[in-house]
């Protein structure tokens, strides 16, 4: 399989970004599969804390390692606790996310060194976050470059403004904090809470060093929503079979998922 750090390094060198997208399920697990072989491009599957308890560590790692070698997926831990993170480190799992960002800046140092460390002697890639995806938890650059020293972590997820699910009032992005923290730090920067973002916002994020960019709530929309206008079209009879096989709706979902990733890689190498 490729190496999370080398091609986040390559990104960060040819101003483009790596996609990142959650998974949930088997359909969206082959969607992101799928969309990166199309594009022949390397992609994190995130898998979230609510995923790990859903899907199990082990089912999902099983489905990662069918894959073949020649494959561009990277299975990555999303906003993982503290134990989900050193469970997957143990487990197998290639990239791991740990979020301290809500704690106190010398615990979340603290706990993300402890990971880092188990990571390295596993070849894991670890990536932290100062910062909180809320209005008045911007990233302090000094604080981004005091955490990167002193826990050596491969990746920082940073919030400039940007927020997870969708946006009710578009976001104003504070690109000049995210060049100050990109002249003090010197790994890959992350960009969560990317779904509701305007193109240009995006473009201008990986120009001024953003090398890899998180899609959640868009996929999980595709899908719902895929499945709920296919049953609003075809309800369900107890004399037609064909009308309740889950495999009809959930082919579709799963499409419509594989191309929206396939757009979102599109985007983030312009």
């Known amino acids: 399989m490729i190496s999370a750090g080398k091609e986040l390094k390559k990104?960060?060198?040819?101003?483009?970004?790596?996609?990142?997208?959650?998974?949930?399920?088997?359909?969206?697990?082959?969607?992101?599969?799928?969309?990166?072989?199309?594009?022949?491009?390397?992609?994190?599957?995130?898998?979230?804390?609510?995923?790990?308890?859903?899907?199990?560590?082990?089912?999902?790692?099983?489905?990662?390692?069918?894959?073949?070698?020649?494959?561009?997926?990277?299975?990555?831990?999303?906003?993982?606790?503290?134990?989900?993170a050193k469970k997957c480190i143990r487990l197998g799992y290639p990239s791991v996310m740990f979020d301290g960002s809500s704690m106190p800046l010398n615990k979340n140092i603290k706990l993300t060194k402890k990971l880092v460390s188990m990571g390295n002697k596993k070849g894991v890639f670890v990536e932290g976050e100062v910062g909180i995806l809320s209005a008045d938890?911007?990233?302090?650059?000094?604080?981004?470059?005091?955490?990167?020293?002193?826990?050596?972590?491969?990746?920082?997820?940073?919030?400039i403004g940007n927020q997870h699910g969708y946006y009710k009032y578009m976001p104003v992005l504070d690109f000049q904090r995210l060049m100050d923290i990109r002249k003090v730090v010197n790994v890959p920067i992350v960009l969560h809470g990317a779904s509701g973002l305007i193109e240009s916002d995006i473009k201008t994020a990986i120009m001024y060093g953003v090398a890899k960019i998180n899609i959640d709530t868009e996929l999980r929309w595709n899908f719902t929503n895929s499945v709920s206008s296919y049953l609003s079209e075809h309800a369900p009879s107890k004399l037609n079979k064909d009308s309740f096989d889950a495999r009809n709706y959930l082919g579709i979902a799963r499409s419509s998922v594989e191309g929206k990733v396939f757009d979102f890689i599109r985007l983030f190498q312009r």
Do not use: C, W
């Open 137 to 159: 938890g911007l990233t302090n650059p000094s604080d981004a470059k005091v955490f990167v020293e002193k826990t050596g972590v491969d990746s920082l997820a940073v919030s």
């Open 11 to 84: 990104a960060v060198k040819e101003r483009y970004a790596i996609g990142h997208f959650n998974i949930f399920n088997l359909e969206t697990f082959q969607a992101v599969v799928n969309a990166s072989n199309r594009t022949k491009m390397p992609v994190f599957m995130g898998t979230s804390n609510k995923t790990l308890d859903y899907a199990g560590v082990s089912n999902i790692l099983g489905l990662y390692n069918s894959l073949p070698k020649t494959s561009k997926v990277i299975l990555h831990l999303d906003h993982g606790s503290y134990e989900n």
